[in-house]
């Protein structure tokens, strides 16, 4: 009786233990300093939630319309620069932005592009960049040899001087974040 006992705890513990992946931890501070002459300022609004850098020039402005983020310039308030923005993956993959991206967004040009996934340095949370592919990708190579290509794909990939990159954290597995 008392192997029964104890194999049947055993069995219900070892079920109940299962792998998980450690979800994001919102940060009680930014990970660095400000740049000169910016405030940290943490910014919880239409859902989301981050540390953006501001001053008396440059904001930073959520948008439900879109959903995301944008920069805003005091001085020339309809100048602004989207700087996130938040997808609905419909079958929880990042290549769902394959077909969305196109329909969805400024997308002027047919482009061959594909995900890779890149370190997060963070817990909980898959980081990817998009990168042109085929023909595209072979342009892109020729040209990023003789000068800085900032963007590729439509503006939502990754070029030679910068980063662009596509966030998906493990409890939200349904939504992507474009940094």
């Given at each position: 009786m008392k192997k029964i006992i104890v194999y049947t705890v055993l069995g219900c513990i070892l079920c109940s233990c299962r792998i998980i992946e450690k979800e994001p931890v919102f940060p009680d501070k930014p990970s660095r300093e400000a740049y000169e002459g910016f405030i940290w300022e943490k910014i919880e609004q239409n859902g989301l939630k981050f540390w953006a850098q501001k001053n008396?020039?440059?904001?930073?402005?959520?948008?439900?319309?879109?959903?995301?983020?944008?920069?805003?310039?005091?001085?020339?308030?309809?100048?602004?620069?989207?700087?996130?923005?938040?997808?609905?993956?419909?079958?929880?993959?990042?290549?769902?932005?394959?077909?969305?991206?196109?329909?969805?967004?400024?997308?002027?040009?047919?482009?061959?592009?594909?995900?890779?996934?890149?370190?997060?340095?963070?817990?909980?949370?898959?980081?990817?960049?998009?990168?042109?592919?085929?023909?595209?990708?072979?342009?892109?190579?020729?040209?990023?040899?003789?000068?800085?290509i900032p963007t590729t794909c439509n503006g939502w990939g990754v070029g030679n001087s910068g980063i662009r990159y596509f966030e998906i954290q493990c409890n939200h597995p349904d939504l992507a974040l474009f940094v």
């Open positions: 008396a020039q440059i904001q930073i402005q959520t948008n439900p319309a879109i959903p995301g983020a944008k920069i805003v310039w005091q001085d020339s308030p309809k100048s602004s620069r989207m700087v996130m923005r938040l997808f609905y993956l419909p079958h929880k993959k990042i290549e769902d932005l394959l077909d969305i991206l196109p329909s969805d967004t400024s997308w002027t040009q047919a482009t061959e592009c594909q995900f890779q996934e890149i370190t997060s340095h963070r817990p909980g949370v898959k980081r990817y960049v998009l990168h042109p592919t085929g023909r595209d990708g072979e342009k892109y190579l020729i040209k990023s040899k003789t000068e800085p």
